[in-house]
């Protein structure tokens, strides 16, 4: 759901009742990413269970704990993660190129403050994130589906901004970008609806300095193409 994952049909979920953005699907695998999957996945993979999870036993320490939602290849998660090693990361995707991706990148750069769950980021967040348990949230560049009769199926929606707030502990941020300008305005909107959240700027907000630049958005750039940063903070 960011800007190097590709667009995904939407499906249908009869037992959560809701149209999901995404279908999971394997997509083809380098044998890089293959490899990484076998040999770090027991270890960073976390798998998913409708049950709260112990951040503390699921990194070895106690640390303030961002969760990003679709990473996509996992460039700009790993970019973070090496930057705050402070802090713990638990990136969501369904993409199982994207978590290979990252997968080898943990490996590489020798990261151990991320761990990966590959399954619906809403059914994680209601079955295994704990309310006010988060220090931020990280949307990038989710899907626009930007047809106008597509609209409906975009991630950022009213009940899903609540969800991500409720999760987020006091203080806490939600972090969102996107590079469509009227997916931009619904998500000014939406955010600026719910009353658990607090926009940190007079509309949209400057890049903050840890969110790099994918090579996407640098190409969006170098056309003309604008970016959106919205940062909120929890009241």
């Given amino acids: 759901m960011s800007a190097d994952t590709p667009n995904r049909p939407m499906m249908y979920d ?5 149209i999901r953005s995404f279908v999971t699907r394997a997509g083809r695998l380098s044998i890089a990413q293959a490899r990484a999957l076998e040999e770090l996945g027991p270890q ?10 112990d951040f503390t036993a699921a990194f070895g320490r106690t640390a ?23 802090k713990d990361f638990i ?7 994207g978590v290979g991706s990252l997968l080898k990148q943990i490996g590489e750069q020798g990261l151990t403050n991320l761990r990966l769950i590959q ?8 079955q295994m994130i704990p309310a006010a348990s988060l220090a931020g949230v990280h949307v990038f560049f989710p899907d626009p589906w930007h047809k106008a009769r597509h ?35 619904q998500m000014l909107d939406v955010l600026g609806a719910e ?10 907000a400057p890049q903050p300095a840890y969110r790099p630049l994918t090579k996407f958005e640098n190409r969006g750039l170098k056309l003309g193409h604008g970016v959106w940063d919205l940062v909120f903070t929890k009241k």
């Fill in 14 to 18: 009869p037992t959560e009742h809701r």
């Fill in 44 to 53: 960073f993979l976390i798998e998913y269970a409708k049950a709260p999870l």
């Fill in 64 to 86: 303030p704990v961002i969760l990003e939602i679709g990473f996509g290849m996992g460039d700009t998660t790993s970019h973070i993660a090496k930057g705050m090693p402070e």
């Fill in 91 to 97: 990136g969501v995707e369904v993409h199982t190129p």
């Fill in 119 to 126: 399954h619906d980021a809403v059914e994680v967040l209601n």
């Fill in 151 to 185: 609209n409906k199926r975009r991630l950022l929606q009213g009940p899903f901004v609540k969800l991500l707030a409720e999760r987020l502990a006091p203080g806490g941020y939600l972090h969102c970008a996107t590079d469509w300008e009227d997916y931009a305005v």
């Fill in 195 to 204: 009353p658990l959240l607090h926009n940190t700027a007079e509309g949209y």
